[in-house]
């Protein structure tokens, strides 16, 4: 441990924050902008990453997380060994030590595992592998497992919020559940010694409502070189059958129903019964795309795509239509925005904090097919306020780079560190 001690002996303590409806916290603003670069600045620190879904299911929480372990291994010199649930058809190829959690299928999503506790062999695995650090990517048993044992050990646990869990169930008729689902992540938060958030107003309303010092800002980036405009390639329009006079509005995302698949669909269909020209050019998939496919019969399915494949796709439609309210950020937001598409979303934190209304896209107070088509029209009608718009979003998106978000977090290791020494 000498050598990780040393990493603390300048860290200064902060006392209690208090929070303000402007996203600041003891009036500083929380953006990851403001934080220092914080190379190899954890060299020999060794780190064990709990996650409910690390590799086997594509979505934006195990991208950010596998980006953050390639930051700390190749960036900040650290050791990563993570702990997940995993399946025979991954994803992708893992960053860091994958270690297999057992697991089950989670009950109505069986593309998603849920590991039913901290199993022995596991436990044991960590004890060996003796981290300085604890981070929880999930309040489920797995996690809360594992937040047991970092308190055992007596070191660190700093848990990250990526996903609002407990806005699922409506759309699956568990609306009922809510509440207790909302009392267990508040427990789960307040008992780790920092809780990681992606939004300035989530933090400030976190450090409310936990009430101690333990809310720290991990904001998210984007690869400004990958997503961009000139990936747009009327080559590929063409390919897939979008005639250069159609309007493409995009759904970009996981196919499943707490992403607004349905609004979409009504939204679409408004526009195409009052004769626009819109075509739906929908990249992802999941579950939900067979009702998709039923509801909309001249739409463009991509499946998942990566990298240049998915950027090309991307850039290459008109109009994003994000009806999602049960987003932590918004990622696809973020993408889209970077490769200069108009962007329609819901007025929620998630969207706010990326999309300024009327200038960087256009935000709606409800979440109705009519207030959403009502957006899109306009867009559709003006060509000359769809070029600002583009404009305005791609400089916004060229704010929020991956190097500053990532040494964010080393910034709370060194920080919760220093509080255990």
Known sequence: MQSISKLSDNQAQSPPPSCAADGTVDGRSLSSGDRPKAARALEGLRVALFSGNYNYVQDGANQALNRLVRHLEDESGANVRVYSPVTSTPAFEPQ????PVPSVPFPGRREYRIALGLPSQVRNDVERFQ???LHLSAPDWLGTGAQR???RLGIPVI???HTRFETYFAYYGLGWIRRAVERRQARFYSESDFALVPTASMAAEMACSLGSDKVRLWGRGVDAAL???QRRSMA???AHGIDNNEIALVFF?????????GIYADVVSRLQGQGFRVRPLIIGAGPAEERLRKALSNSIFTGHLRGQELATAVASGDILINPSVTEAFGNVVLEAMACGLAVVAADVPSAANLVTHE???LLCATVTADDFASAAQRLIKSRRLRQKISAAARAAAMGHDWPTALDSVVDVYREALARKH
């Open 96 to 99: 860091g030590t994958l270690i």
């Open 131 to 133: 981290p300085h650090i």
């Open 149 to 151: 044992l970092g308190k």
């Open 159 to 161: 848990s990250s919020l």
């Open 227 to 229: 997503f961009h405009p």
């Open 236 to 238: 590929w329009r063409a």
């Open 253 to 261: 995302g996981r196919l499943v129903l707490e992403k607004g698949v």
């Open 359 to 361: 200038r960087t896209g």
